[in-house]
């Protein structure tokens, strides 16, 4: 299912919109009883929880979805859910948009719900009667439904392990975000990673009630998003031999990039899209020579080295070239944030960094988007609308904590806690280790609210877990270097700082390990963890 091809998911968004009731299947003989499952259970961890053990509810042959008249995006989200239940259960599960039903039922319910869960919670009840989930948004409502898919036994994710009935534990959830950011990046530009790897690891963030999608789409080593103001940025850029050790070729165009967006939104996932700059710049320097100041084209560039690239600052030229480029990405990207990138320009002057910079934020706000980028922004003069993303290993920063004490918002990306491209020990077969070794409990282990001095909790927008790809390849290799780590920064994001408890943690992640292997993730079986 994960490894579909692209026609294939396009078709399968299209089908979200589309009412449909399929016949009941008988089921096969029963399987085993697995343990019970606790509504403590989830990663993230929940808010609040209930238990109810008188109130158990069962999914069978005669249990509908509910959802709330009039709402398309609830019946959506109904769609999506049977869709995900349908295979293992072999029941019909049809979606009605109706106020009732005498049926057992799963009722998505947009309203009505308890006034703490803001825009992006929800609350979920359990009877014998059925699962009701309320949401104040479309956005909560869908991460209520994540809740119960890990609240159902891990076979729900293999269409051979058909049971008579399905039990959900009785009680109600109440659950909410600590913050309302909680991404993950994934770097195109080292190594290109199709449509297909993109969208399969938007379906594993969403069961994790990630929110953004960071792609970072230019570097030194490759462009790969389509601009048609200047066409050889992917067909030279992006081509044959471009990547770390030049094993990394391929782009995105216009149409791949907005039906990634696409796929991403039917999941309540925002793409953000990174063309850094000004330096990391070289794939677009050596395919078009007048982007340099000398107007000779540097060599294209397959190592991982960092730091020598830099646009020509005082030339007009560039600034058009930027202005072309952000006009083309902000039209396809319905987000609101566009990401300038603005990390290891060391061949740029300080004061030419502070000029360029003073050039370009206007630009992302002249077409509509609100500006993010690397904790270096910092060092010019940004709109208080600005985000900056912090990356470094320390717990200091004075710009960042200026920027902070300003207004700007903060999202917490340290490269020794959230990059999930670090080893995990030294014996990993792949990622880097300038940053550290990061086993589960490092990624864990950590308060973004106590991070770096003068930022505090008010400060924050977010957490982000950045994926690059200087040693990937793979699909596989994404997951192996996101999971088990991507679900403690999505705990981190979400979940309240009391609950915060790493033996819990590496407990509840234990139980996910028989769900990733129905669905194939290539996981890495982390010794620190309980894996089932």
């Known amino acids: ?19 449909i009731i399929l016949p009941a299947t008988p089921a ?6 697995a343990p019970a499952r606790h509504l403590s259970d989830v990663i993230p961890a929940p808010v609040e929880t209930r238990p109810d053990a008188h109130n158990t509810f069962r999914i069978t042959p005669l249990t509908v979805i509910r959802t709330t008249p009039g709402s398309a995006a609830a019946r959506r989200i109904g769609h999506q ?3 995900t239940l349908r295979p293992a259960t ?3 599960l049809p979606v009605l948009p109706v106020r009732s039903t005498p049926l057992p039922e799963i009722a998505l319910l947009i309203g009505g719900a308890d006034d703490r869960i803001g825009q992006q919670g929800y609350q979920l009840d359990v009877t014998r009667r059925g699962v009701t989930i309320r949401a104040n948004t479309p956005a909560g409502l869908f991460a209520g439904t994540q809740t119960l898919r890990q609240l159902l036994p891990a076979d729900i994710e293999a269409p051979d392990r058909q049971r008579t009935t399905w039990t959900v534990p009785g009680g109600r959830i109440i659950d909410y975000p600590r913050f309302a950011y909680r991404g993950a990046m994934l770097d195109l530009a080292r190594h290109f990673h199709t449509v297909d790897d993109i969208t399969a690891y938007v379906d594993l963030l969403s069961q994790y009630k990630i929110n953004y999608l960071h792609l970072h789409l230019t570097d030194d080593q490759g462009w790969r998003i389509q601009i048609d103001s200047w066409p050889r940025l992917t067909t030279v850029g992006g081509g044959p031999g471009t990547g770390a050790d030049g094993v990394g070729p391929g782009y995105l165009t216009k149409a791949d990039y907005k039906a990634v967006v696409a796929y991403a939104a039917a999941r309540h996932i925002t793409i953000i899209p990174e063309i850094d700059m000004p330096g990391h710049t070289n794939a677009a320097q050596s395919t078009y020579p007048e982007l340099n100041c000398d107007g000779v084209a540097p060599p294209p560039r397959t190592d991982i080295a960092v730091g020598y690239s830099s646009l020509c600052i005082n030339d007009e030229l560039t600034y058009r070239f930027v ?4 006009r083309e990405l902000a039209a396809i990207t319905p987000g609101p944030f566009l990401h300038i990138g603005g990390d290891e320009a060391h061949a740029t002057t300080d004061e030419d960094y502070r000029t360029f910079m003073n050039r370009v934020l206007p630009l992302v706000a002249k077409y509509g988007k609100r500006a993010s980028g690397w904790n270096e922004i910092t060092q010019a003069d940004l709109p208080t609308d600005a985000v900056a993303q912090f990356w470094g290993t320390g717990t200091t920063n004075a710009s960042l904590a200026a920027a902070a004490a300003r207004g700007n918002k903060i999202i917490m990306s340290p490269a020794n806690k959230a990059y999930l491209d670090m080893k995990y020990d030294a014996n990993t077969r792949l990622g880097l280790r300038w940053a550290g070794l990061i086993e589960v409990s490092d990624a864990y282990g950590w308060d973004p609210a106590t991070r770096v001095t003068g930022v505090g909790e ?6 982000e877990a950045p994926l690059w790809s200087e040693t990937l390849r793979t699909l596989d290799d994404i997951e192996y270097m996101a999971f088990p780590r991507l679900p403690a920064i999505a705990e981190l994001g979400w979940s309240t700082t009391a609950s915060h408890d ?6 509840r992640l234990g139980e996910q390990a028989p769900r990733w292997r129905l669905q194939q993730v290539n996981f890495y079986p982390s010794p620190q963890v309980p894996w089932i």
Request: glycine letters at 4%; proline letters at 4%.
């Open 1 to 19: 299912m994960r490894r579909r091809n692209t026609t294939t998911r396009l078709l399968a968004i299209a089908a979200l919109a589309l009412p």
């Open 28 to 33: 096969t003989a029963a399987a085993p009883t």
């Open 81 to 83: 859910l049977a869709t």
């Open 90 to 92: 072999g029941h019909a």
């Open 323 to 326: 202005e072309d480029v952000i």
């Open 458 to 463: 008010n400060a924050i927008l977010g957490v």
């Open 502 to 507: 790493w033996e819990s943690f590496r407990t």
